[in-house]
């Protein structure tokens, strides 16, 4: 499978962007997603997950609340809506697939995803 994120730019405190991660390949649908993000300097974190039945998601503390995950199966595309962006929000943010039957790790490690997508740039202004 292979993931393209989308959807980065630069906005102010306050404002609001909505992520997407087009996957191309077989099974979107069978597959838990997450997003992850890494800030200049820092290692790279976990965000939100959603389980490939949408009936299960998990968050960072530092985002529940003010993100929301979503995906659409029929489309093959996974989704972030971001409000309340804050400053410490400023990122690199990475979507990622599991895609093995029996993944190891919990939802909020990037050691369970198999699939990286490439970045999309999110810059918040104070």
């Known amino acids: 499978v292979q993931l393209q994120a989308s959807g980065g730019g630069l906005v102010e405190a306050g404002g609001s962007l909505r992520l997407s991660c087009a996957a191309s390949g077989r099974s979107f649908s069978t597959f838990s997603m997450a997003w992850f993000r890494q800030a200049p300097g820092k290692e790279r974190e976990f965000v939100a997950a959603?389980?490939?039945?949408?009936?299960?998601?998990e968050y960072a503390d530092s985002v529940k609340g003010r993100f929301t995950i979503s995906r659409d199966n029929a489309d093959n595309t996974l989704y972030l809506q971001m409000n309340s962006l804050k400053p410490e929000d400023t990122a690199l943010y990475s979507c990622?697939?599991?895609?093995?039957?029996?993944?190891?790790?919990?939802?909020?490690?990037?050691?369970?995803?198999?699939?990286w997508g490439s970045g999309t740039l999110v810059t918040v202004s104070s």
């Open positions: 959603m389980s490939w039945v949408r009936t299960y998601t």
């Open positions: 990622a697939a599991n895609t093995a039957p029996r993944p190891s790790g919990t939802y909020r490690t990037s050691t369970r995803y198999d699939a």
